[in-house]
């Protein structure tokens, strides 16, 4: 495989592209912090299975401008590309995004709007090469209204739709969408809250993701327990919705 | 202010609140009130009187005071920064397991010069105790295989130090219990092997002293030695044991085939007292004794299986019960005399103290890091289920341990007093001399510190 992970200088990101590496594909590291990219590609190359190609693109969600550039980048240093991984994004409480409009205006044009912009690059580039997949971290919290994620989960919830919309219409064509709901999972971005029950570990759900790539898993929830959970938060009455804590 | 230190500004205010949901321990198991961290990136991690790894020292080496209840692990921040395949020459983020190392490295017939007997500990926490292995009379510590430490001191500096760099501060650091600053990055040579798998010769000794001398002679051929003893027996056969020698396989004698771990068995729960009360001790040791039918054994083994025997179990302190364990670990120096191990065990039998484990190490030179535990000699560990007079066992060996010129491993302890501590520790006030340098406030302090350095609490 020869695969762009936007976001895997850390946590669950971090935790694929090392699997990604070990197992024998190339990797191509995006995100927006160069000292942090070199770091995290040192990392591959020094775990990574013998003769695989690793490579360092600086790409920043929040400027749509570099995205074709970057996985043009991409394309060039891994001599090809199937597919491509975002799991970057932001995360703030909803106590937060309430308090401070700026924060918010981000979260929803970083974790909306700009991760759309950049599915759409590598739509096309992976189409033009007659294919792959594209993998991109939702979120559970995109699922249903909920009282602690209601912004942040707004967010997810147009693009887990756009992800489905995506699959169902290229699919025939050999681009295969996989949109993953991660629960609770401990990393350094959920550090410090509170850990409800089921909450899951990068190495575990990155085994998952990579499954479901593999695979092509329309969606996949992650740890798989969050997919029950979920079955029943969505079914549960308005009244019911109103009056719980979740 | 960052989201993470935001966030962790929140736990740290509940955690006054909330002080039954957070405990922290070492693998003992005494918990104590406290908040552990684990960002991603050191630099930016919330300022804490401590910096911990995977928790595997057994005492309160890695745990917060009670004023300031916060620790930051390190064990996200794990990124191997450089390696150079000539000369084994690796960098990496303090966080970075032992077992993380040995998965990627040992395929590549690269290891660590110096492992101690679990994989579950972080390059900071090897550094900072230390640690030593079953090969400390040929290579000694660990700190001494290091190049550089990058370390975060009180004053927020980054400062960059070696043997030859910044040496008073690498001298401190190394072994110092992470009292002098927060490790960042390490960097040394991994050790070419020829095979990953181990040459071992074992050897079934019918008494303590028998035991030592044999493990003495050892030293000269085997650059690996360790043992197990079985404190239990009585009279004649006190401290039977069996002694292990080894040393990495030849190309000629190891399979070609890379070892495969042992899928991880788990403790369920938290064992009721009875299950390692005196007479399953009794009953293993007997059988751990007499599986060893022939007198020696020679053979090929698998360097899991080798350097971390108890690893198989994932979390076997959880089979000493509610109360926890602690570890005994001294070292008599060879001035002692021979029969220092026979006189030891029998004021341990003498007093009752079971231990589930006893393992006999040989020590080579002393380091020149200023707390470093080895000294030339042997290295006594017992394994000791907390009860009741678990102080007055450990006030009696260390009183031992004093008059032979011996001293503990601070890894390991938990009981030892102050009074005692500075007795047998004549490096302390070097020790303590170049901390203020870097840190006149000492800012950075952990439970041990306060207990056996006098810290403020
Ligand atoms: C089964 C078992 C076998 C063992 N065998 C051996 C052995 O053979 N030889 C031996 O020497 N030891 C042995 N040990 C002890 C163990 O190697 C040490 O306690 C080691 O320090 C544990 O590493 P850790 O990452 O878990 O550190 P922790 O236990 O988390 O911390 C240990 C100390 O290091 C400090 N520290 C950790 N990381 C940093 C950092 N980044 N910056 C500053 N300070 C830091 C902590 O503050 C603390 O004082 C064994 C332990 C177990 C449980």
Not at chain 1, 74 to 85: C, M, N, R
Not at chain 1, 166 to 186: A, E, W
Not at chain 2, 20 to 29: A, F, I, K, T
Request: overall charge positive.
């Amino acid at each position: 495989m020869k695969a762009v992970v936007l976001g895997a200088t850390r946590g669950m990101g971090r935790a694929l592209a090392r699997k990604l590496a070990e197992r024998g594909d190339s990797v191509a590291v995006l995100g927006r912090d160069s000292a942090e990219l070199e770091r995290s590609g040192a990392d591959l190359r020094a775990r990574g299975a013998p003769g695989i190609r690793v490579a360092t693109i600086a790409c920043d969600l929040e400027k749509p401008d570099g995205f074709k550039a970057a996985l043009d980048a991409a394309e060039d240093a891994l001599l090809g590309l199937d597919t491509v991984i975002v799991t970057a994004g932001l995360f703030a409480t909803q106590e937060a995004l309430e308090a401070d409009p700026a924060l918010l205006a981000r979260v929803l044009t970083v974790d909306f709007s700009n991760t759309v912009l950049f599915c759409e690059e590598a739509r096309k580039k992976l189409l033009g090469r007659g294919g792959g997949t594209l993998c991109v971290f939702s979120s559970v919290a995109g699922d249903r209204g909920r009282k602690p994620v209601v912004l942040y989960g707004a967010a997810k919830a147009g693009l887990s739709r756009y992800l489905e919309g995506l699959d169902h219409r290229y699919r025939g064509q050999g681009l295969k969408t996989v949109c993953v709901k991660p629960g609770f999972v401990r990393t350094g971005m959920t550090e410090g809250l509170k850990a409800p029950p089921f909450a899951g570990e990068p190495e575990a759900v990155a085994d998952q993701v990579l499954t479901a790539i593999d695979l092509g898993l329309p969606e996949v929830y992650a740890p798989a327990m969050w997919g029950l959970v979920m079955g029943v938060i969505k079914g549960l009455p308005r009244f019911v919705m109103r009056r719980v804590g979740f | 202010m960052s989201p993470l230190a935001r966030w962790a500004r929140l736990v740290y205010e509940f955690s006054g609140m909330r002080s039954s949901e957070s405990l922290v321990s070492g693998w003992g198991r005494q918990f104590v009130p406290g908040v552990e961290l684990r960002p991603e990136d050191l630099h930016r991690a919330p300022r804490a009187p401590l910096f911990r790894g995977l928790g595997r020292s057994y005492g309160d080496s890695s745990l917060p005071p009670s004023s300031q209840p916060l620790v930051v692990s390190t064990v996200r921040a794990d990124r191997i920064l450089a390696f150079d395949e000539v000369t084994g020459m690796l960098r990496a983020e303090a966080g970075l397991s032992l077992k993380a190392l040995n998965r990627t490295f040992l395929p590549k017939g690269f290891f660590v010069p110096v492992t101690p007997g679990t994989q579950f500990v972080t390059l900071g926490g090897m550094v900072a105790a230390d640690v030593h292995g079953k090969n400390h009379h040929v290579d000694g510590c660990f700190g001494s295989h290091v190049r550089r430490l990058s370390i975060e001191v009180a004053d927020g500096r980054i400062v960059e130090c070696g043997p030859d760099l910044e040496r008073e501060l690498f001298l401190a650091t190394v072994g110092g219990m992470g009292l002098t600053g927060h490790i960042l990055e390490v960097e040394f040579p991994l050790s070419r092997i020829p095979t990953p798998w181990i040459y071992q010769e074992s050897e079934r000794v019918p008494d303590v002293d028998t035991y030592v001398r044999k493990l003495k002679e050892a030293a000269h051929e085997w650059p690996m030695t360790v043992g197990w003893i079985d404190c239990l027996s009585r009279g004649s056969s006190l401290g039977r044991g069996i002694l292990l020698k080894g040393r990495w396989a030849r190309g000629d004698e190891a399979p070609a085939n890379f070892p495969t771990e042992w899928p991880d068995v788990r403790v369920p729960f938290t064992m009721p007292e009875a299950v390692l009360g005196r007479l399953s001790v009794q009953a293993f040791n007997f059988g751990l004794y007499w599986s060893h039918f022939a007198k020696q054994k020679s053979g090929i083994v698998d360097p899991f299986r080798y350097f971390y025997p108890l690893d198989f179990i994932k979390d076997w302190n959880l089979g000493y019960g509610r109360r926890g364990l602690t570890q005994y670990q001294c070292v008599l120096p060879d001035a002692a005399g021979p029969d220092a191990a026979r006189r030891f065990l029998e004021l341990l039998t003498s007093r009752g103290g079971a231990s589930f484990l006893c393992v006999i190490k040989d020590c080579g030179p002393q380091s020149a890091a200023l707390l470093s535990f080895p000294m030339p000699g042997i290295s006594i560990a017992l394994d000791i289920a907390v009860r009741d007079d678990t102080q007055q066992l450990i006030d009696a060996l260390n009183e031992f341990v004093i008059a032979e010129g011996g001293r503990i491993y601070l890894a390991k302890d938990a009981f030892t007093r102050r009074e005692h501590f500075e007795r047998m520790e004549p490096r302390l006030a070097e020790f303590q001399r170049v901390r203020r340098v870097w840190d006149p406030t000492l800012r950075f302090k952990s439970r041990q510190s306060i207990r056996l350095f006098g810290d403020a609490p």
